[in-house]
């Protein structure tokens, strides 16, 4: 790795990011590292960035300093070309970078392995806008009541932080519903009510939370979970065993595999990876090997 662009999120991880970043550049330059510092003061900036860099190929790899936002952020610069994705992670969750068995809080370590330059073909998620635009995740589609919480939490302003998110299950858990859901797995069409969907296309998300436990980076497939209709207080029941991975010997829990997946449902933005991906519905497809990571 001759030339290294760096894209750091300061506010990953409550600002974790920023000293960790700092510290993963500092340990770059200190190697011999050719560095090039492409961060921002906001996620569009350092995609403009990011994508400049790897168009022209003034970069040999992309190191991201976050977390899985940021794993998910460079992975829509480099998915599909041949600049590999080094992951410093410096989130809360760090989903991603954990089950990659990459080291998370230590930028000595992360830096150690981006060094060494040795690298790994996973698979990605693609969904192709109505545009044309291509977006891609790596870990976790969330379809159901998470996305629901997800889109309520990213509505206020405070409380900060896991707070935030803990005040918006409260809000939402005695209006919630269960949702009519239409899936095409591979041709096999579905219709539920469900309380949650969500597809793998690695095995947790949320910091911790192995929601498809039996998802694979390497597979070329996608894990689709569905938690079909319960009542609220059983959904409340089942919902901590989601941490263990538990929660998929429930009867009203069922896992599929696929290549490709679509999702209908009426009012639902899909998050994936943490961030705001698409209102359903979404058609998604695993591409093998796609992605090269810096592990």
């Known amino acids: 790795m001759t030339r290294l662009g760096v894209l750091v999120n300061p506010t990953s991880g409550r600002n974790t990011g920023r000293r ?15 560095v090039v510092d492409l961060s921002a003061a906001d996620a569009r900036g350092a995609l403009e960035h990011g994508r400049a860099a790897v168009a022209d190929r003034s970069v040999d790899a992309l190191v991201v300093v976050g977390g899985d936002g940021m794993v998910h952020l460079g992975a829509n610069l480099v998915a599909g070309t041949d600049v590999p994705l080094g992951i410093v992670a410096a989130g809360t969750g760090n989903d991603i970078a954990r089950e990659l068995g990459l080291p998370v809080q230590d930028a000595a370590e992360a830096v150690e392995r981006v060094l060494e330059g040795r690298t790994r073909r996973v698979d990605a998620a693609r969904h192709v806008a109505p545009s044309g635009e291509q977006r891609w995740f790596v870990g976790v589609l969330a379809g159901g009541f998470d996305a629901v919480v997800n889109e309520r939490a990213n509505g206020w302003s405070w409380p900060k932080g896991a707070m935030r998110y803990n005040l918006a299950i409260l809000r939402e858990l005695p209006v919630f519903r269960p949702i009519p859901y239409v899936l095409d797995l591979d041709g096999d069409r579905v219709e539920t009510d ?34 079909h209709r319960i009542p609220v207080p059983e959904f409340l029941r089942v919902f901590p065993s989601v941490f263990r991975g538990e929660h998929v010997t429930h009867p009203a829990v069922e896992v599929r595999r696929a290549a490709r997946v679509r999702l209908e449902a009426t009012g639902i933005v899909s998050y994936a990876d943490g961030e705001r991906y698409a209102p359903l519905p979404v058609s998604l497809e695993a591409v093998p090997g796609v992605l090269t990571v810096l592990a």
């Open 20 to 34: 960790v970043g700092l510290e993963a550049l500092t340990l770059l330059r200190a190697a011999g590292a050719d």
């Open 194 to 227: 469900a309380m949650l969907v969500a597809v793998g296309n690695g095995p947790s998300y949320g910091g911790g939370m192995r929601v498809t436990p039996g998802a694979r980076f390497d597979d070329g497939l996608l894990d689709v979970l569905v938690l």
